[in-house]
């Protein structure tokens, strides 16, 4: 008989702000289900793939836990190590640019990230393609968001689930992530364009850019730049440059 092996999940690649504020679905060794996180934009998932900076580091006296804290400029969360796995954070110091793949975990309340693959990384760019990279992916998504919680107003709560699962396959879960994480916001899209306004010389503005000018936190900018591309006040004209329509 062919032994069965464990499915390893797909890690995906997130800010840390849409871990921490997601909901946390513990798992269950009984009927062999695995925990899981739903993100404010209605994403399930159980293993994480980021991109941060250490800012701090443990080690316990016995040398059988470890822990480092990351910070991606969205927010910070603890990576996790136990037993044979503390060596994952050998030669990881504060000030480091880290790629970290790991199970999300919660114990007491926290939610932290249990560490599985710990590199460092040298070049400061890939963070930047990185950042990109997450925004792209997180404009399919937010169209989705908002078309569902437009309709709240206009369907009932089964046809909502309804509408939810046979367009988009998504779980009454989710479904109520989405709905339970909208937020009043500040609209900061008109000092955004205006900033890409004055910055571009013709060839747009890179993003790395209005990371460096705006004074506002960094998954702001994200998500606002998220809603001008959807919107069609901003387009890219090349990889990692914008330019105001």
């Known amino acids: ?14 800010r840390i702000f849409d871990i921490v504020n997601g909901k946390y679905f513990p798992g269950s060794k009984e009927e062999m289900k695995a925990s899981y996180l739903i993100t404010p934009l209605g994403e399930k998932v159980s293993r994480v793939n ?43 110091e504060a000030g480091d640019l880290v ?11 926290e939610v932290y990230v249990n560490g599985e693959i710990v590199k460092k990384i040298f ?10 990279e997450i925004l792209k992916q997180a404009v399919q998504q937010k169209r989705i968001v908002d078309e569902i919680r437009n309709l709240t107003s206009q369907l009932s709560d089964e046809e909502l689930k309804q509408y939810a699962k046979e367009k988009y396959d998504m779980d009454e879960q989710c479904l109520q992530v989405i709905i ?3 937020r009043l916001e500040v609209d900061y899209k008109p000092k955004i364009l205006e900033v890409i306004e004055n910055l571009d010389t013709g060839q747009g503005v890179e ?9 506002l936190p960094e998954h702001v900018i994200e998500n606002t730049m998220n809603e001008l591309l959807e ?8 990889p990692g440059f914008f330019k105001k329509v």
């Open 207 to 215: 993003v790395g850019k209005l990371f460096e000018v705006l004074n």
């Open 99 to 109: 790629l970290v793949i790991g199970k999300i975990k919660e114990y007491n309340g």
């Open 50 to 92: 980021l991109v941060a900076t250490v800012t701090d580091k443990f080690l316990s006296e016995d040398g059988n836990y470890s822990t480092a804290t990351i910070d991606d400029g969205s927010e910070a969360i603890r990576v996790k190590t136990f037993k044979e796995d503390v060596k994952l954070l050998d030669g990881i």
């Open 123 to 132: 070049d400061r760019n890939f963070e930047s393609l990185r950042r990109l």
């Open 1 to 14: 008989m062919t032994n069965m092996q464990p499915i390893r999940l797909p890690a995906k690649k997130l």
């Open 231 to 238: 919107q069609g006040f901003i387009f890219e004209p090349s």
């Open 180 to 182: 339970e994480s909208r």
